[in-house]
């Protein structure tokens, strides 16, 4: 059973940076497609960033990119998201995912495997 355990999350002041990893169980952790999503109260769950096992290339949703940095160190099953210029819109919880194949990077319906969350607050 394949395991997927977020940290890192917190409170920051807007403006602030947090660094969100998420630890892998199992084995074959570098053929995954990793995911970080976002999910507020009420509504549909967000792409935010993913990464290939290479990590040779990375996605972003438009309202993060220039602001977050999605990393990934296959020897140690684990991927990073640094968050940057935190805004207050940015608060929500943040989960992990992983997938095999790139095609639906940005769909969470294509990722089989989630983390619990880690709850990010931003203060204004």
């Known amino acids: 059973q394949v395991q997927l355990v977020e940290s890192g999350g917190g409170l920051v002041q807007a403006g602030g940076s947090l660094r969100l990893s998420c630890a892998a169980s199992?084995?074959?952790?570098?053929?995954?497609?990793m995911g970080w999503f976002r999910q507020c109260p009420g509504k549909d769950r967000e792409f935010v960033a993913a990464i290939p096992w290479s990590g040779s290339s990375t996605a972003y949703a438009d309202s993060v990119k220039g602001r977050f940095t999605i990393s990934r160190d296959n020897a140690k099953n684990t991927v990073y998201l640094q968050m940057n210029s935190l805004k207050p819109e940015d608060t929500t919880v943040y989960y992990c995912?992983?997938?095999?194949?790139?095609?639906?990077?940005?769909?969470?319906?294509?990722?089989?495997?989630w983390g619990q969350g880690t709850q990010v607050t931003v203060s204004s």
């Open positions: 199992g084995r074959a952790f570098s053929s995954y497609i």
């Open positions: 995912a992983r997938k095999m194949g790139w095609g639906g990077y940005n769909d969470p319906a294509s990722f089989r495997s």
